[in-house]
């Protein structure tokens, strides 16, 4: 069963014909969620890097709006820059992204939620049980970005160099074709971080139009710089402070050069109330086990 929270509509979301949830943000950043199901509240933070939007799920191995609906009260978002959610022009950063989240808990009334985040999804997580420890129950990290001895800080970059090549060689009105012809930035990197909203809205794209490449080239270098900080290994806290991370965690290592197995293991290993299962806990033969397995893990630790 799906249940919405308010309903608010911009101007953009009268173009969109949207009618689901949103909030806005404090710095006027319009940020879409869904609700699903009821129970207690466990608050889905997406894979996808910039694209990290509530639709990434259903492209998942574990598919948690299908799984848990039935027991607990789901809150998905579209982080700013993705899905329906409508992003000011400005850069990246986990202070808005932390705003963006207080204000969906907010909004939906939601004083304590389990977490469950996805790749970049992690990364919100672990920021937001930094700054709001009393605000999370539990967490379970999927994939978990970071570096480490196989990667290097040019993994997470080499995204964006498409996107300052075109807007360096050919200009802005081919930054603005490349996001008319596909807005998904994962998919498109020429079309840069801010593409949805210039294929959406006509005002924003001569906003961004006007920018210039210069400015627009100094924009992305600050975004991904933002997204993707000089701060190994997990990118939004430090070391030290998952050594004493409050929340009991439950992580599925990646195995791939975003996602290094070494990360999640190190997170197991350091945070002083986590547990790692395999890096093949979502194959064939070991996926329901660890459906379960996530289950339990988030029913042990609902308040009572």
């Not at 009268?14 to 806005?24: A, I, K, L, Q």
């Not at 969620?33 to 933070?45: A, K, Q, R, T």
């Not at 022009?89 to 963006?100: G, I």
């Not at 627009?216 to 402070?241: C, H, K, M």
């Amino acid at each position: 069963m799906r249940y919405r929270t308010t309903r608010r509509k911009t101007p953009e979301h009268e173009r969109r014909g949207n009618d689901m949830p949103d909030v806005t943000s404090h710095d006027g950043a319009i940020i879409h969620y869904e609700v699903f199901g009821s129970g207690y509240p466990l608050v889905l933070i997406a894979p996808g890097g910039v694209n990290s939007e509530l639709a990434s799920w259903q492209r998942s191995t574990i598919k948690p709006v299908d799984l848990f609906a039935d027991e607990f009260m789901l809150i998905a978002m579209d982080q700013r820059y993705a899905g329906q959610s409508i992003p000011p022009l400005k850069p990246f950063s986990y202070d808005d992204a932390m705003h963006d989240i207080r204000a969906v808990l907010d909004d939906a009334g939601v004083e304590k939620a389990h977490f469950m985040g996805g790749c970049i999804g992690c990364a919100y997580i672990w920021r937001f049980i930094h700054d709001h420890p009393d605000r999370v129950s539990a967490a379970v990290g999927q994939d978990p970005v970071g570096l480490d001895h196989t990667n290097s800080p040019d993994v997470f970059y080499r995204m964006f160099h498409e996107t300052m090549r075109l807007a360096r060689a050919e200009g802005m009105d081919a930054v603005v074709n490349a996001a008319m012809e596909n807005p998904t930035f994962v998919m498109n990197n020429a079309a840069g971080p801010f593409a949805r909203r210039i294929h959406d809205d006509p005002a924003f794209r001569q906003e961004v139009i006007d920018m210039g490449r210069e400015r627009y080239i100094l924009l992305i270098t600050a975004f991904r710089d933002g997204i993707w900080p000089q701060n190994p290994p997990y990118f939004t806290v430090s070391e030290d402070w998952m050594r004493t991370c409050p929340a009991p965690l439950l992580v599925l290592p990646g195995n791939d050069p975003f996602h290094p197995t070494s990360v999640g293991e190190q997170i197991c290993r350091e945070a002083p109330n986590a547990r790692c299962l395999d890096v093949d806990a979502r194959s064939e033969e070991k996926l329901p086990g660890t459906i379960e397995t996530l289950r339990e893990f988030l029913r042990t630790n609902t308040p009572a």
